[in-house]
């Protein structure tokens, strides 16, 4: 029998986590690059959270910077981590992106290559082979196998990419879900539920403002929330009635305001914003803990709305945004 983790086994990864927040892109250091009057004042703050390769003035090459950032955090923690399941949550979405990039490519008759991003569970090569009839399924995980025929029966039968991503998409968090509960972490369960629970209030106003009935609704929505998708559909029978009140007292209270009035014509960015930080402000607690899994849980998921920030300010100074326009899109910050 596999001996039991405790909290205790994260003793040593808590503190080094303790020490890596001091790097964190906080508001104020967002706050500085927005104030910034030249690029080496940008530069030297980047540098100090630990982006000594990001150039402000190039930021075409800023996803290729982002990405090594990215791989290199979670090298780092996985051989510190007890249990590398909390490691790959986060890993999950790249083996999802693939393998939607490679079916479509094979449609299509071209090459992946360019589109693909080796930071999930499965070498990209390896999906690649499977997907393409030259390696070996017993190297893939059972779900993400079960996924990729599904998904590829799909758009086989329909040729809509569309359909074939929204397959993906549903077993990309059944995937989360499951590998959540199997750590038997409440905290891990309770983060994958708040980002299922935003990603299909997402869905329902995207849904109603394409004009979009509840049978196609019923095929999007993801099973697993804390909001009972039959709610969900409620709404979209009554054209958007009851969206806030659906979502009262929840997380998401908030953005589902947003979202009631982008669908009276109102701007999405406010709406997708508000999503993002529903999730942050569960991931928040984290802080409070002093060991145990939440606190590498919520710096992982703080990176990654890091990644997000980033990409959001530099390409704003770039392209002339006005900080105040910029400032209205970030996500809230970990710290």
Known sequence: MAKKIKDTDYLAISARIRGMENTLLTRERMEQILDARSDDEVAKILQECGYSQLDPTHPEAMDAVLS??????????????????????????????????????????????????????????????????????????????????????????????????????????RDMAAVAQATGSAFLVGYVKVQIDAANLRTLVRTLRMGKNEAFLSSVLVEGGEVDTAGLLRVSADHGSGLVELYASTSLENAAA???????????VAFEKLCDDAVSEYLSGAQFVPFGEAPLVGYLAARETEYTNLRIL???????ISP????????????
């Open 258 to 268: 947003a979202g009631a009035e982008a669908l009276q014509g109102g701007p999405l």
């Open 324 to 335: 105040e326009v910029i400032r209205a899109r970030l996500r809230a910050s970990y710290v």
């Open 68 to 173: 090594a950032a990215r791989e290199s955090v979670l090298n780092d923690l996985t051989a510190g981590t007890p249990d590398t399941r909390y490691i790959d949550i986060f890993k999950l979405k790249y083996d999802y992106h693939n393998a939607k990039a490679i079916l479509k490519a094979q449609a299509m008759g071209v090459s992946p290559d360019r589109m693909l991003m080796d930071m999930g569970r499965v070498p990209a090569q390896a999906l690649k082979n499977a997907i393409e009839g030259s390696g070996d399924w017993s190297e893939i995980p059972e779900t993400l196998t079960v996924a990729v025929e599904e998904a590829r029966e799909v758009l086989d039968t329909t040729r809509d990419p569309q359909l074939s991503d929204i397959v993906l998409d549903r077993w990309y968090y």
């Open 314 to 320: 530099l390409t704003g100074r770039a392209t002339g």
